[in-house]
């Protein structure tokens, strides 16, 4: 089981936890990702590890934020950490086309088990081309990164709707139902599972009085 990734740029040591059930807490507080310095302690579970080295946190950052560089697309920001990396809105800068582009974790990319389960979710998306299915565009490896360029929904995912509107009226929560059902339908029928099925990874267009479609 995987709890935490750490990174290290010259005095920088990042800690990320990787979505592990208990969490990681360092110096008693959980965290989602935090700059390590000397004598910080790290908690997983019943598991502590103390940090000793000459290393700094980072102070505010005067320009934009630094974020992975990749060939032909210009990214904007995150918008997503899952159990396998970080997705960013970018542009593809040949179309200007607007699209998801996920990074994998690099522990998770070095490890054999992990890549093949990258690969296998691309080989997958590769073969469900559906209207109510996010398309892939490409995925690679770059600079050492591996990464998988989608297509970008603009809107929220229905996790995020009920969080910021409450209750979704029957007539809406049967069409989304629906909907996600169409796509449900058509990966069966292509003898695939969806083993991760939520209202997280269900993701809404954007109409112009709010989500519309899924």
Not at 36 to 41: K, Q
Not at 167 to 186: G, H, M, N, S, Y
Request: glycine letters at 10%; hydrophobic letters at 45%.
């Amino acid at each position: 089981r995987r709890h935490f990734l750490l990174e290290r740029s010259g005095s920088l040591l990042l800690l990320r936890d990787l979505k592990s059930r208990n969490g990681t807490r360092v110096n008693g507080a959980k965290i989602d990702e935090a700059y390590l310095i000397d004598g910080d302690v790290i908690q997983v579970g019943a598991a502590c590890f103390k940090v000793h080295g000459l290393f700094v946190r980072p102070g505010p950052a005067p320009g934009a934020e630094a974020f992975p560089r990749l060939p032909n697309y210009e990214i904007q920001r995150a918008i997503g950490r899952g159990g396998m990396g970080t997705v960013y809105l970018a542009t593809y800068l040949p179309d200007r086309a607007a699209v998801a582009l996920k990074f994998v974790d690099p522990a998770i990319a070095s490890d054999p088990r992990g890549f093949d389960h990258f690969l296998r979710e691309i080989l997958t998306l590769c073969k469900l081309r559906h209207p109510r299915i996010v398309a892939i565009r490409e995925a690679g490896l770059a600079d050492e990164k591996l990464y998988l360029a989608m297509e970008y929904i603009a809107g929220c995912d229905a996790a995020g709707l009920v969080k910021k509107k409450g209750r979704v009226p029957v007539a809406d929560a049967v069409k989304i139902t629906r909907q996600a059902l169409e796509a449900l339908d058509f990966i069966h029928g292509r003898g695939y599972v969806h083993r991760d099925f939520k209202p997280a990874n269900l993701l809404l267009k954007d109409g112009p009085d709010g989500p519309i479609d899924a």
